[in-house]
């Protein structure tokens, strides 16, 4: 496993820099945090009195870590997890919200597992997750790494503008799919042709 420090540093240089596009619902971002995450948190890094896309611009390398340790790893209880889940379901975290933990137990309830599918890492959930990596903590931890990028391709089916996250303009697999397959077994990753079939439908 590793430091969690790292984790938060890895998720940050996969987010990039500042980005404010008009098809994100979570509108102007940098190094993952959005303007919402900052308005939620008080965050007033310009120190003007508004919160605005001037903070998310303020936003540095450092303070994005401290947010993601503490709000998004620290506070959902994370390190509650299995190891074998803990930087997969952080990275998630990150994008996804609490969506991130009702992935986690939607596929623990389809392992047979009673859990609640609602996104806080409580006991029932952290005793289903250990139970589940026990038994074989390779397959939990790949087989949440294809339920978090069947959600990518469930959202872009829905959303057609948040398609480009999910496919690029030359066909291949976007940010999102490749973002979900760095926390799957190369062997369970999508070939050219699978993905092309799956999204053959988006047009």
């Known amino acids: 496993m590793q430091d969690v420090s790292e984790l938060a540093r890895e998720i940050i240089a996969r987010e990039g820099g500042f980005v404010d596009d008009p098809d994100d619902p979570g509108g102007a971002t940098k190094h993952g945090v959005t303007i919402g995450t900052l308005r939620r948190l008080g965050l007033d890094l310009t120190g003007d009195g508004a919160i605005d896309v001037s903070d998310v611009r303020a936003l540095s390398r450092a303070n994005a870590e401290r947010i993601f340790l503490r709000e998004y790893y620290e506070r959902p209880g994370i390190d509650r997890l299995p190891a074998t889940l803990r930087a997969s379901v952080f990275d998630m975290y990150v994008n996804a919200g609490a ?70 303009r030359r066909g291949g697999k976007g940010g999102w799919i490749r973002r979900a397959e760095e926390f799957i077994s190369p062997r369970y990753h999508l070939s050219p042709a699978e993905f092309g079939e799956r999204v053959a439908k988006w047009g």
């Open 99 to 168: 969506n991130a933990v009702k992935i986690l137990q939607r596929l623990l309830r389809q392992m047979g597992h009673e859990v609640a599918v609602d996104g806080v890492i409580g006991p029932q959930t952290v005793e289903a997750a250990e139970a589940a990596a026990g038994a074989a903590p390779r397959h939990l931890a790949d087989a949440y790494g294809i339920a978090r990028r069947n959600y990518y391709f469930r959202l872009a089916d829905l959303r057609p503008a948040s398609r480009k996250y999910a496919r690029t």
